[in-house]
Each structure stands twice: as C-alpha cells, then as structure tokens.
C-alpha cells in the first residue's frame, strides 16, 4: 500500500535546484517552504505507514546524508481550510462538523486535534479519511494519528542513534484495539535504550543490516507466533520489548530461527500457543535470564 508522508526536515533549502531536481526523479517529492519550516512531501510503500515511512527514512538518509527529517507534519486545517480544498463552502463544512450533513449512517466527524487562536482543527489525514466515506475524499494514503506519533518516536531514535553511534531502532507494533498499551512500551524503550551498555547486549545477535535493529513492541496477551511474524522472516535476529503486570519494561533479544548462543522457547517448555506474558513470566520466576537470547522457531 502506498502513503503520502509531509515530512518536516533540514538540511535542504527550497532554494538548491539541483537537490530538489533530484528529489522529484528519485522520489516524485516535493519540497516546500511553508511558515518557514521545509516540508518534505514524499510517498512510500510498504504494509502499513510506520513501516513505510521507516523505509523512506533509510532510503533518504542513503541517497541524501544531508538531509535530516525531523518529524511528520500534521498538516493541521480548520474549517476554511478543509472548504477550499473540497471546494465546499464553510457551511457545509460546518454542517460535517455538527453532524448535521452526511451519507446514511456512516461515520462520524473526526475528532479536532486541539484549537488555534479560537478555531477548532484538525489532522487532514484523518479529515481525508472521513471524506472517503463521503465520496469526497482525494484517495490518498496518510498516517493516522496513531501511527503518526509511532512515526515520530521513531525519527526521534534514528536521530539519537546517528548522533551516538549506534544502530537505528526499527519499532514495529500491531495496529489493534491496545495500540495505547504499545505505544506505553515505546516510551519506555526510548528511555531504555539510552543506556549504551544495555544496548550492547541487546544487539548481541547477528543481523542482515548492522545498522538497524528491529523491536517488536508486544503486550502480555500476544502469542509469540504473532511475535515471529511482525520480526519478519527475513529478519535474522531482533528484540521483544513488552511491559510486565508490574509495569516493568521487559527487552529480550531474540531470533526467528536456531542461532548460536540463542536458547529455544521449547526447551523452556513453551509451544506455539504460548504467550509474550508467558515468557516473562519464566523470567521473573528465574527460569531463565530476560537478557538471554531466544530463539522463537518452533521448527
């Protein structure tokens, strides 16, 4: 599936020709100047938007070590703003916001993001998602407000990485009904992984790529089959991050097949139906240490 991203960034200028020139052949992207700050419109692909903008983002940093993204854009509109671009007059708009005019029994107006001066707003990619429904919308692809704040967790570790030395963190979680509790795991892993020490051992594995490791953010209930997939099969290794009952941040590394040095879940006794909450639970009984690596084949 294919996402539209604005991306504020640095370390281009409108004004540089050649990179924008080479932006638009390598990308089909636009740069703008907008309320001075440069905004990166740019499309990827990918399964769903975190993993699509996380590859735009190493794919950028490769073809262009200049540039720095710093965060996604809102693109935060009122009412005036969503009247012009569905050529739709503010009582329309107005109605929508009320609930006074739509198609049958679909979905309600979204929610606004907050108010500016004395104006409700709100985030266009969920706006644009509601005016699908409506035969409205302009069928693009944008991030919601969930995956747009992962998104943003995620540019702020690659750039911590870069400027530490170490590999960036590629955090993929479920997009489901507990997507609050994952995002609490990744608070938690970015404080955690600030420890340089800690973050050693957790890279102890071998990967494809040196310079990425990937974190699956799960939460007690997950199977560690559902585990397995989200590594990826063509991940070697990675890491399980989850929070315990008692609110402790668990980061264990594992594998998606047998490696050296890494310890079967079936020699723990833990099969296919096994749980994230099931592991942590043989580690904070001793059974064995979270900071050993496991490996979660069960071939």
Known sequence: MEFEFSFIVDG????DESAVDALYEKYD?????QSGRVVLVISGEG???VVAAHGLINSLKKDFPQV???????DLVGVSDIAARVERTRQNVDQWVRGMRHKGDGPS???SEG???RSLVWRWAEVNEWLETQGLGDGVNRPKRDDALMIDLLISQTLQAMQQGRPALEVVAEQDERVNDRLAVMNLLGEAVRDRNFLDRL??????DSHRLKVV?????DPLSKVVEQLGSEELSGALAAISSEGELHLTPIAATHLPGTVSIQELGLGKSATVGDLILLQRNGRIDRGTPLSLSFA
């Open 12 to 15: 281009i200028s409108v004004d």
């Open 29 to 33: 992207a636009l740069l703008l100047a």
């Open 47 to 49: 399964p769903n938007s």
């Open 68 to 74: 720095s993204v710093l965060r996604i854009d809102g």
């Open 109 to 111: 107006f979204p929610a």
């Open 115 to 117: 108010v500016v001066g």
């Open 203 to 208: 890279q102890a594995l071998p990967r494809k």
């Open 217 to 221: 953010c799960s939460v007690l209930l």
